[in-house]
């Protein structure tokens, strides 16, 4: 419990020092997600010039890896949900100019859903049945990302990332346990890379000019 609450005292001794420092948020909107249903919105903490820290949320409605993974069991009522949050650090280069580069350190929680995937089972020696089932997939993600920002004017920006990170931790569960001796000879359901792309806008948000 004493180290919990010195180490709670270290992280507010932190964030209270970098706010008189400088204090500034960028929240950002990923548009180039918008066109595969991919919602993701950020924000992040500008400690100095040189160092941030954020977190980055994505609702999936519908495509994913996943989907195409499993494009030959999707039935007509297959749909497709996913929710991740990838929190991380970055680093910026000392620029003078309008555009920034920066490389960033991220790790991401993912939980996915495919529902309605068909397989044929076995029910008999000699005969088979089409069953429906859901897979639920959870993974932890690690990874490192670039990214260039400019400004437009002083509040706004258009920034483009692109990043790679590969899966620490990986496990899913199916709603019909028959269809995983079918499903495991030959796929899994996260992919253990995982690629990242964002074309977007954002805005700074400053309330301490010192």
């Known amino acids: 419990m004493k180290k919990m609450k010195k180490l709670l005292i270290t992280i507010i001794s932190i ?3 970098s706010t008189s420092l400088l204090a500034q948020i960028d929240v950002k909107l990923n548009l180039l997600g918008l066109a595969a249903k991919n919602y993701g919105i950020g924000a992040e903490y500008h400690f100095n010039e040189n160092i941030s820290a954020g977190i980055f949320c994505n609702v999936n409605n519908w ?21 991740s949050i ?27 859903t495919i529902y309605n995937l068909k397989q044929a089972v076995y029910v008999t020696k000699y005969t088979t049945k089409e069953v429906l089932y859901n897979v639920n997939s959870r993974g932890i993600i690690l990874g490192v990302g670039i990214e260039q920002k400019w400004m437009i004017n002083l509040n706004f920006f ?17 709603s019909d346990s028959r269809v995983e001796k079918y499903i ?3 796929t899994t359901n996260l992919s253990n890379i995982d690629p990242r792309a964002q074309i977007g806008i954002g805005y700074r948000i400053k309330y301490n000019n010192n």
Not at 94 to 110: A, F, I, R
């Open 63 to 83: 495509f994913s890896y996943d989907m195409i993974e499993y494009s030959t069991r999707i039935s007509s009522e297959s749909s497709f949900s996913s929710l």
């Open 158 to 174: 258009v920034y483009f990332y692109f990043g790679m990170g590969y899966a620490v931790f990986n496990e899913k569960e199916y």
């Open 86 to 112: 990838s929190p991380e650090i970055s680093f910026y280069a000392d620029e003078k100019d309008k555009g920034k580069m920066l490389l960033s350190v991220y790790s991401k929680y993912q939980n996915s």
């Open 184 to 186: 495991d000879l030959y």
């Open 15 to 17: 964030f209270v020092f």
